[in-house]
């Protein structure tokens, strides 16, 4: 019972890390190999406001979503500047960057040690300690999240967002501001990722650089690929799926020192099958 | 004198990574791939020669068949995933999703089978002193990746514009409709051009961890510093490209006299976000 | 004659050795249907480019309505009054045809993420009121059977209506149409044809890029005819067509698009 509970916490923080994902990777076309690392600077910050501080969770949170908006849009801008290859470079720079940084500053991450003994979350004066008490909490924030994701989705906005993926010329000749509307999309998923980055630190109460590199960004990719791109249901699917996969995956035979490798083996062997096969993943629309 | 020994060690590194930047700059501007399982290759063509090696081949040799492998393998990689997807008309993301998926496989089998610790190259010769006088020292592998390297630039340079593959091979590169309709036979071409790529890019790949060691993910650092200096040094120019490498390994290795190693990245991140802003087409631009 | 509607002095554009635009300079009368033609390569999608803010021209302006808008961004002119469609059509592909219309309107509420996430009562109104509108759009080119067909299931006749209608979307009042005959059957260009005029009559001015002769004699009011980046002649369909030097550039031109 306590593990499907924290199945189900996990899941629902990387459900709001998917939608941070699908929003650029599927919504807008932008390649991107460094929500992880956006993930992680929400999940330090939120860290760093519980223990030094008498912030309470809320406001912390509130605080790492928007630095994470900021740093999303800064990370982002240049793939509205220069073409679709070079973000690439750039994404693979940020995420290599921000891992350097989460391990090397040791007085503010606590470097590759990481952070152990991180506070669970406050809200309103109760301290959300027990499993169910987190799993309500991560509930209700991922069912915001996916409701956010469908508002925007069904509204003009969301609209203008496939379009610009389809063609940003002919969208800009039909007047509208390409620019405000990727800076948008990019800040939305800045905010989705600092929230899931600040539920993550307070419900495991342990976070080390190892969470955020480029394996977990290729995990996310992986999660939005095999849910779905494009739509809120794959964006759900997919977490939900490739959370059980290690369990399944223990059911093999595999010497733990490889099951690591044996897991983002897979995770790499699902991106593969997936483009070539079903690019459009479970329950998502073509990529 | 320190200052020399670094610029000294940066000639190297640059060298080494400038033939990586060549490589990978061979199958951009022909495929218009952006190859990021490049760096498995890389990986893999080290792992493949310490392995020969165990088993008493010579070093020589085992380069040798190294360099085999790895052209079969990105022969392999462009029949059996890029050209499936090409002809499942998958876009720019799908491949590039695809080919980020087979990095992950390649570095994961590797970390599989090799274990994720660093392995050394046995055999002692590789370590000996060359002395350079004024007390600059380097190791004999060191002073043979340099010179290797530099006979592999002169010799990509003579490719390229003497033999009439490597005519044929700018030629689809420059436009891949033209070269179809006379006949050149592109879909040829690229499978000759990813072959040459990966046998290239394992003579930094086997030379460096003869240095260094190997690390089943050890690619994806240079690859993207490799990247950064192709697109700075202008896509399409073999020479920007090694140039560039060998310009910005001698800033990297120079900036530790300033700030410690693991900020390296940080310092080659520096660049890339220093051209994107002046001059985004490169140096040496060739279109 | 009072101000000019559309005033083109003096652009010159270079790409690289090529002069695509050499001192071109022309004026559209508002409410008219100018066709400008002319061989290929003689800069006529230049032009439309440079008119647009797509392209920053070397020299030269342009001026609408006696305001100057060269150098403004695409989306300050289409909201100064001026859309342009494309010669390959660039629709959405894999959304409605009436969603390709909605993304031409101007100025709708719930574009922003903040009004959609936080006023949906609102922004769903507001759309259901803009979906009336699309329709009216799409009944006007005569697509309104096809409103909810995704775009890559129209024929490419129908394609060639919906970027119309999309331009309709945006209220501009000068319309720069590139190509809208090409590849049309007999069938579709009439009605092609009968639909420039209705939106003649309804006080839109055109700017038509046109090789077919047949099509510029029945719908032109004027004809614009360049060469190599340059205005060479302007007036009545009859008196360009007439002209002996034209017809040799034009023909020459022409039978060099369906040469081998």
Redesign the interface.
């Known amino acids: 019972m306590d593990f499907l509970l924290s199945y189900l916490v996990l899941a629902e923080i990387y459900v709001l890390l998917g939608l941070s994902t699908n929003l650029l990777?599927g919504i807008v076309?932008i390649?991107s190999?460094s929500q992880a690392a956006v993930f992680g600077v929400g999940a330090y910050i939120v860290a760093f406001f519980l223990m030094n501080t008498s912030v309470s969770f809320l406001p912390a949170l509130a605080v790492a979503a928007i630095c994470c908006v900021v740093l999303n849009i800064v990370v982002t801008l240049?793939s509205l500047?220069?073409s679709?290859?070079?973000f690439?470079?750039?994404s693979?720079?940020?995420q290599?960057?921000a891992t350097?940084v989460f391990?090397?500053w040791t007085g503010g991450t606590g470097g590759a040690n990481g952070l152990p003994g991180i506070p669970p979350p406050d809200v309103f004066g109760i301290q959300l300690a027990s499993n169910a008490q987190l799993a309500l909490l991560t509930s209700i924030m991922a069912g915001l999240g996916c409701i956010?994701f469908w508002?925007?989705m069904?509204?003009?906005?969301?609209?203008?967002l496939?379009?610009i993926r389809?063609?940003e010329?002919?969208?800009?000749?039909?007047?509208?501001?390409v620019l405000r509307a990727k800076v948008?999309?990019a800040?939305?998923a800045g905010a989705f990722a600092g929230v899931s980055g600040g539920l993550y630190a307070t419900f495991l109460s342990f976070i080390d650089p190892s969470s955020f590199d480029?394996?977990a960004s290729?995990l996310l990719?992986?999660m939005v690929?095999v849910g779905g791109a494009r739509t809120l249901a794959g964006s759900i699917l997919g977490p939900f799926v490739l959370l059980a996969l290690p369990q399944l995956l223990s059911l093999v035979e595999i010497p733990t020192?490889?099951a690591?490798?044996?897991r983002?083996?897979v995770?790499?062997?699902?991106?593969?099958v997936f483009?070539?096969f079903r690019?459009q993943g479970l329950l998502g629309?073509?990529? | 004198m320190v200052a020399l020994q670094l610029f000294v060690n940066g000639i190297v590194t640059g060298c080494a990574l400038g033939v990586v930047a060549i490589s990978f700059s061979l199958i951009y501007s022909t495929l218009r791939i952006f190859h990021v399982a490049h760096a498995g290759i890389y990986t893999m063509g080290g792992y493949v020669a310490y392995s020969l090696v165990m088993h008493g081949v010579p070093d020589i040799l085992a380069l040798l068949l190294a360099m085999v492998a790895a052209a079969m393998a990105g022969a392999a990689i462009q029949v059996l995933l890029y050209q499936r997807l090409a002809a499942r008309k998958g876009t720019h993301l799908v491949v590039l999703i695809a080919s980020l998926g087979l990095l992950a496989v390649i570095q994961n089998l590797l970390a599989a089978i090799y274990s994720a610790n660093i392995l050394q190259f046995p055999g002692a010769w590789s370590g000996e002193i060359v002395n350079l006088g004024d007390g600059i020292r380097l190791t004999k592998v060191q002073f043979l990746t340099v010179i290797v390297c530099i006979l592999a630039y002169i010799g990509m340079m003579l490719f390229a514009h003497r033999t009439l593959l490597g005519k044929r091979i700018r030629a689809v590169a420059s436009n891949p409709f033209l070269a179809e309709i006379t006949r050149l036979r592109p879909q040829a071409v690229y499978v000759y051009v990813i072959a040459i790529a990966s046998a290239v890019v394992c003579l930094p790949g086997v030379l460096v961890p003869y240095d260094l060691g190997l690390q089943p993910y050890g690619g994806v650092t240079p690859l993207l510093t490799a990247t950064i200096a192709m697109i700075a040094g202008g896509v399409g120019s073999i020479t920007g490209a090694f140039l560039l490498s060998v310009a910005i390994s001698v800033v990297q290795n120079l900036s530790l006299l300033v700030m410690p190693g693991e900020w390296s990245i940080g310092v080659t991140f520096f660049v890339f976000v220093i051209f994107m802003l002046f001059r985004p087409t490169g140096l040496f631009a060739a279109r | 004659m009072s101000a000019p509607y559309l005033h083109v002095s003096g652009i010159n554009k270079r790409f690289g050795g090529l002069q695509a635009l050499n001192d071109c300079s022309f004026t559209i009368r508002e409410g008219a249907i100018t066709c400008l033609v002319g061989p290929n390569g003689a800069g006529k999608t230049t032009i439309f480019n440079a008119i647009t803010g797509f392209l920053r021209p070397d020299s030269g302006q342009v001026e609408f309505r006696g305001r100057r808008i060269s150098g403004l961004s695409p989306q300050t002119i289409v909201a100064a009054g001026i859309a342009r469609s494309f010669q390959n059509l660039r629709l959405f592909a894999e959304i409605s045809a009436l969603d390709n219309v909605l993304v031409g309107m101007r100025g709708q509420f719930g574009e922003e993420p903040l009004s959609a996430l936080f006023r949906p009562l609102k922004t769903a109104h507001a759309q259901a009121a803009r979906r009336i509108t699309g329709r009216e759009i799409l009944d006007q080119v005569g697509l309104l059977a096809q409103a909810d067909t995704l775009v890559r299931n129209l024929s490419y006749g129908e394609q060639k209506l919906l970027t119309i209608a999309r331009l309709l979307a945006t209220k501009a009042d000068l319309l720069l149409l590139d190509e809208p005959a090409s590849g049309l059957s007999a069938g579709a260009l009439a009605a092609l044809m009968a639909l420039l005029r209705r939106l003649q009559s309804a006080g839109k001015t055109l700017l038509v890029v046109e090789h077919n002769t047949r099509v510029v004699q029945q719908i032109a009011d004027d004809v614009l005819f360049l060469h190599q980046g340059h205005l060479m002649a302007q007036g009545t369909p009859e008196a360009i067509m007439a002209d002996p030097a034209l017809a040799e550039i034009y023909f020459g031109g022409a039978l060099q698009d369906h040469g081998p």
């Open positions: 990777v076309g390649f190999v240049p500047r220069v679709g290859d070079y690439v470079v750039t693979f720079g940020i290599l960057l350097a391990t090397n956010a508002l925007l069904r509204a003009p906005f969301g609209r203008l496939r379009a389809e063609d010329l002919a969208v800009a000749a039909a007047g509208k501001n948008s999309a800040a939305l480029l394996d290729i990719l992986t690929v020192t490889i690591a490798a044996a983002q083996l995770y790499g062997l699902l991106l593969i483009m070539l690019p629309e073509k990529l």
